[in-house]
């Protein structure tokens, strides 16, 4: 890694990408610094450690949400755009043969996803506001100072999350790519700092602490190697191409395999089942709890079914874990039917006078890609919801260590770090091969 890092260095032209990505970064970070107007950071901060859903928000945003800065949104309105449109992709044949249509499909297809997180981001903007307001954390919410500050609140995270798209833009364009999951990458590392000072007044105030921050510690550790080595194993199908003789020249007769990756649907799984368990967190926003306002004796049915929902879906309950991690092996086996159609490899071995040694062409092809697709997508899920699951199951059994760097977070940035150096080696591959003149 750190031998990659210094070959694109030593390189002029990778030299400037880096150097202009950093300043990006750097812009990022100053926008999670500022503040944004008629809002109170220490309400915001109280919000935010309550161990729910603003929790997880808040650290994608590298801490800018608890601070109630001008990208609080960070790019979660564009992430789940994406979402959107990707799975609109398969459901809608306009957007489908979008797709198709190679570059120009992909640009036309880039500004639908703008329009849709644009949407998106008034929606979270306004729902954000309303929270804040509840919590007293705006300082102005009546008469014509609260409608102005709500415009103010509202319009300026609204800018920030599509600033942040804009700024993921221009790495692609001069930077070194991957401009979205570098500023997502940004953000979560710049957590780390103080992930540490909590673990250092932690043990500073109870030294029986430091066998539990020691074990975490050690656990991170592991967690790294294991979604490295998960990012890298894969299943390998072999491959055999009939021989075929074209005039004096032969083709064919070579052998190949078709990988099959563990880790082939990324964290995406995760972050469907993190929006869906985050659904009744959302409509919360809009809705205060009737419960909270009432006796006991004259709570009816109804209300308690909320505040039991309600409570199943904190994070700090342990059906919420279990929940979550069914729903990532569900969700993980729907993303992989969408990008991954064993039919149509079968047809293409087909096509090319391919197959699989033992396996007669056709459906039998296709029948055994889908099984060795089952259970690898099956290991692929279950590694997914360890990770995704254990700062909740080590909350439930340590509540008084807040455990912010998630599962999710240690995925993402490894995860980012990995494709980063991939990007580099290629940029550099391509710079450094030999001519054909030479």
């Known amino acids: 890694m750190l031998k990659t890092m210094l070959n694109a260095w030593k390189t002029p032209e990778l030299r400037k990408k880096i150097l202009y990505t950093l300043l990006i970064i750097v812009i990022f970070r100053f926008g999670c610094a500022l503040t944004v107007p008629f809002l109170d950071p220490m309400a915001l901060a109280g919000m935010v450690s309550d161990g729910n859903i603003f ?32 799975l609109l992709t398969y459901a809608l044949p306009p957007l ?3 797709q198709k249509e190679g570059e120009e499909g992909r640009k036309k297809l880039q500004k639908i996803t703008g329009f849709v997180a644009l949407g998106i981001s008034i929606v979270m903007a306004y729902a954000y506001y309303l929270t804040m307001r509840s919590r007293g954390a705006v300082q102005f919410t009546t008469g014509f100072e609260g409608v102005f500050a709500a415009i103010v609140i509202i319009s300026t995270f609204v800018a920030g999350s599509n600033l942040i798209v804009w700024l993921g833009n221009l790495v692609n364009e001069n930077g070194i790519g991957n401009g979205i999951s570098i500023i997502l990458f940004a953000g979560i ?21 430091i066998f539990a921050v020691l074990f975490l510690l050690i656990i991170y550790v592991f967690m790294i190697g294991f979604i490295v080595l998960m990012n890298e194993a894969e299943r390998r ?62 709570m009816n049915f109804i209300q308690k079914v909320y505040s039991g929902l309600l409570h199943f879906f904190s994070y700090r309950s342990g059906w919420y874990a279990v929940v979550y991690f069914i729903l990532i092996i569900a969700f993980n086996y729907f993303y992989v039917s969408m990008i991954y159609n064993p039919v149509e490899i079968a ?9 699989i040694p033992g396996i007669r062409p056709g459906k039998p092809t296709s ?16 590694c997914l919801g360890i990770i995704a699951v254990f700062p909740i199951i080590f909350g439930l059994f340590r509540p008084d260590m807040q455990v ?15 494709e980063t150096l991939r990007t580099l080696e290629s940029q550099m ?10």
């Open 404 to 418: 912010s760097m998630a599962g999710t977070s240690i995925l993402i940035i490894v995860s980012v770090a990995l």
């Open 55 to 86: 929790g997880y928000l808040d650290t994608l945003s590298g801490g800018a949400l608890s601070k109630g800065t001008v990208f609080s949104l960070s790019i979660q309105p564009y992430i789940n755009a994406q979402i959107i449109v990707q």
């Open 367 to 382: 029948d055994f890609i889908q099984r060795v697709l089952s259970k690898i997508t099956l290991i692929g899920a279950v």
């Open 347 to 355: 047809n293409q071995l087909r096509q090319s006078n391919g197959g």
């Open 237 to 298: 199908i072999p491959i055999s191409y009939a021989r075929r003789v074209v005039g004096r020249k032969q083709y064919g007769g070579q052998n190949s395999y078709i990988p099959i990756k563990i880790a082939m649907s990324g964290v995406m799984p995760i972050i469907f089942a993190m929006a869906f368990m985050s659904i009744p967190a959302t409509i919360e926003m809009f809705i205060a709890d009737p419960a909270k306002s009432m006796a006991a004796a004259d």
């Open 189 to 209: 590392i710049a957590r780390v700092p103080t992930d540490l000072i909590v673990m250092f007044q932690t043990v500073k105030t109870d030294p029986n602490n």
């Open 96 to 98: 489908e043969s979008l």
């Open 429 to 438: 591959m391509m710079r450094h091969h030999k001519g054909f003149l030479e």
